[in-house]
């Protein structure tokens, strides 16, 4: 049977896209005897709850399969993680995969980014831009569930966009002045490209549609849950989902100006 990979797109009436690509924590029964990684260890370097974080008033790709069977943000020749170095040094299968398989998971691969490609062209014709949040979180604790936090290196949100193009720099700036100053009274540290500039998929939809929009590659320092354990905290997850529903304002107001 060929292998499946769980995704989800729902259009809205709306040029804007909130992506959630390493949400996703499925992976095909077919390649579970090839996995070395459990499924905790997958969990923790994934990004759950990313998903509920892209549930705003606009376009929407999900991704429910996780990461470690294909990553859409990083280049075909390194999507599968067939090394430890290329998974924070996690050995992700026992033994080399089978070709046919790899096969199957790299053309999965190619028909996503033709269908991402599709959708974004579509949204380009209908409204004659698009910007993308592409919405990531990540482990800042990674000497342990008790290591201490260095703030100073690890910002709660992280904005990647050296791919995008400079005409977009008014709307970023304002973008992160939104970000920043969030709601009554409350302040994040909100930085760009610190620790993400952007994967992949930004400097590829760039690339390809550039001067047409750009790519917001928004890293949540994992705040809203313990990075260990999994657990949610609902109220800070919500917190953030707020801080972006806060900045789709902006998005339109910068458009609607430019017109």
């Not at 398989?101 to 053309?107: M, N, S």
């Not at 599709?118 to 342990?144: C, K, W």
């Not at 100073?152 to 970000?179: C, E, F, V, Y």
């Not at 609902?234 to 707020?242: A, G």
Request: proline share 5%; charged share 25%.
């Amino acid at each position: 049977m060929p292998l499946t990979y769980l995704y989800q797109i729902d259009n809205q009436e709306s040029p804007f896209w909130a992506f959630a690509v390493h949400d996703g924590h499925h992976v095909d029964p077919a390649l579970a005897p090839y996995m070395a990684i459990s499924p905790q260890d997958r969990l923790r370097e994934e990004d759950p709850y990313t998903a509920i974080l892209a549930e705003l008033p606009c376009n929407r790709f999900v991704c429910g399969t996780s990461r470690f069977q294909i990553d859409l943000n990083r280049n075909k020749g390194e999507a599968l993680y067939l090394r430890p170095e290329q998974s924070w040094g996690i050995k992700v299968w026992h033994n080399e995969l089978p070709s046919h398989i790899k096969k199957q998971i790299y053309d999965i691969y190619d028909d996503l980014y033709k269908e991402i490609e599709l959708q974004i062209s579509e949204t380009i014709s209908r409204f004659g831009y698009f910007v993308i949040f592409d919405i990531h979180s990540y482990n800042a604790l990674r000497d342990g569930p008790t290591a201490t936090l260095d703030r100073s290196s690890n910002p709660q949100i992280n904005i990647g966009t050296s791919h995008n193009r400079d005409k977009w720099r008014a709307l970023t700036n304002s973008l992160l002045d939104i970000l920043k100053k969030g709601k009554d009274g409350q302040t994040y540290d909100v930085r760009e490209n610190v620790k993400f500039k952007g994967g992949f998929l930004s400097a590829y939809l760039n690339s390809k549609f550039g001067d047409k929009g750009c790519i917001f590659s928004i890293e949540f320092r994992k705040d809203f849950m313990n990075e260990w354990t999994g657990q949610v905290f609902p109220q800070k997850l919500q917190e953030y989902k707020q801080l972006l529903m806060q900045t789709m304002e902006t998005l339109e107001s910068y458009f609607a100006y430019e017109k």
